[in-house]
C-alpha cells in the first residue's frame, strides 16, 4: 500500500528556484480549415474527460449527478470501441470523475474533483485509490481537476480549490507531480489550471481557464505564457510527436456557436487553426495515434471525432 507523504514545496529548479518566465507569444490568427468532423457516439449522460486508451478504443467520463456519489450516482468511467460504439463499464458512483488519463502501460487514472481523489484502474488490479493511496487516512486532494501521465509513470495533476483567484489574492490552485507517494508542488501562481499534457520530451501544458491562456513548462522548469487571449480554455491534449497541441475553448458553455472551439496549435510553426466552432460544450479532447481528434460535448451528450487525414 503506498504511503501519502506531506506534500513537498520542492521547486523544480532553475538555479535553485522555479523560473517564471513571461513572455509575449507569438500566434498567428486562427487558419480556418475543413475538417471530416463526424459523431461516434450519441445519448451520453454529460460526457466530460477523454482520452485515448489504445487504437480503436477511448476511455470517458459521464457526470450526469456532479458530486452524487455512492450507489444512487450513475457518474461513471467507460471503455468506448471507436469502431462500434460499444461501451463498457469501469467503475461507477464517484461524485465527479472529471479528466482521464492514461500511462505507456495502460494504466488508466482519473481525478474525482468533489472526493478530492485521483483513482487508478488496471486490467489486473481493478479500480484502486491512487491518491491518497489509504482514503482512511488522507490527505486529500483540494478539488484535482487536470490529470496527464509522464513517459516516466509519473503523474501530473492540477488542483482548483478556488478557481478565478491568484495566489497573490489568497488563492489556493497548484499544479503538482506525484509518483503515488511524494507530491512535489511545480507551480502555485495561476487563478485556475484547469487541465493539463506532458510531451514525451517532458515539455507540459496546460489550460488556464479565467485567465485565458495555455502555460508551458519545459524539462528544465521554466514556466513561460504559450498562448493568450483564449476564451476560457478548457481541455487539452497532444499528439504523439508533441508538435500539435489541441485544445478546447468554452466560453459560453450549451449555446451552439457561442464561441466555444476546438483548435489545434502547431508547435513548430507557431500556427494556430480552428477545427469546430460548432458544438455547444466541448469539454474536453484527446488524440489517437493515427492522428484522429476526439472531444466530449457534456451539453449535447456526444462525442465527436475530427479525421486528421494527413492535415497534420
Keep these: 500500500m503506498k504511503n501519502c507523504s506531506i506534500r513537498s514545496l520542492l521547486l523544480i529548479p532553475i538555479v535553485g528556484i522555479m523560473s517564471v518566465v513571461a513572455v ?8 480556418s480549415k475543413e475538417y471530416t ?7 451520453l449522460s454529460s460526457p466530460t474527460g477523454i482520452a485515448s486508451y489504445r487504437p480503436g478504443v477511448l476511455v470517458y467520463s ?9 450507489e444512487e450516482s450513475t457518474n461513471a468511467v467507460r ?32 481525478t474525482c474533483k468533489t472526493a478530492g481523489v485521483i483513482l487508478e484502474y488496471n486490467r489486473r488490479k481493478g479500480v484502486e485509490f ?55 508542488l511545480i507551480s502555485d501562481f495561476e487563478p485556475e489550471p484547469t487541465d ?6 517532458g515539455s507540459a501544458y496546460w489550460t488556464c481557464k479565467s485567465a485565458g ?28 510527436s508533441g508538435r500539435n497541441l489541441f485544445f478546447t475553448e468554452v466560453p459560453n458553455p450549451g449555446v451552439p456557436n457561442g464561441g466555444n472551439k476546438v483548435s489545434r496549435y502547431d508547435l513548430r510553426k507557431k500556427e494556430l487553426s480552428l477545427i469546430s466552432g460548432f458544438y455547444p460544450q466541448p469539454t474536453d479532447v484527446t488524440v489517437s495515434r493515427n492522428g484522429d481528434v476526439y472531444w466530449t460535448c457534456t451539453f449535447a451528450g456526444v462525442i465527436a471525432r475530427a479525421s486528421s487525414q494527413g492535415r497534420w
Design 24 to 31: 509575449t507569444p507569438a500566434v498567428a490568427k486562427p487558419k
Design 79 to 110: 471503455f468506448l470501441n471507436t469502431r462500434s460504439g460499444a461501451t463498457s463499464l469501469i467503475s461507477m458512483g464517484e461524485p465527479e470523475p472529471v479528466n482521464i488519463a492514461v500511462s505507456r502501460r495502460g494504466d488508466i487514472y482519473w
Design 196 to 201: 493539463i499534457v506532458i510531451a514525451s520530451n
Design 130 to 184: 491512487f491518491l491518497p493511496a489509504d482514503p482512511s487516512v488522507g490527505p486529500f486532494l483540494e478539488s484535482p481537476s487536470g490529470i496527464t501521465v509522464s513517459p516516466r509513470g509519473e503523474v501530473l495533476f492540477t488542483e482548483v480549490p478556488t478557481p478565478g483567484e491568484l495566489g497573490d489574492d489568497g488563492g489556493m490552485n497548484m499544479v503538482s507531480v506525484t509518483d503515488g507517494e511524494a507530491i512535489t
Design 62 to 70: 459521464e457526470i450526469p449527478m456532479p458530486g452524487v456519489g455512492g
Design 37 to 43: 468532423i463526424d459523431i461516434i457516439a450519441e445519448g
Design 213 to 240: 491562456v495555455i502555460l508551458q513548462r519545459s524539462p528544465a522548469g521554466v514556466i513561460t505564457l504559450l498562448l493568450e487571449n483564449l476564451d476560457a480554455p478548457t481541455g487539452i491534449a497532444l499528439d504523439r
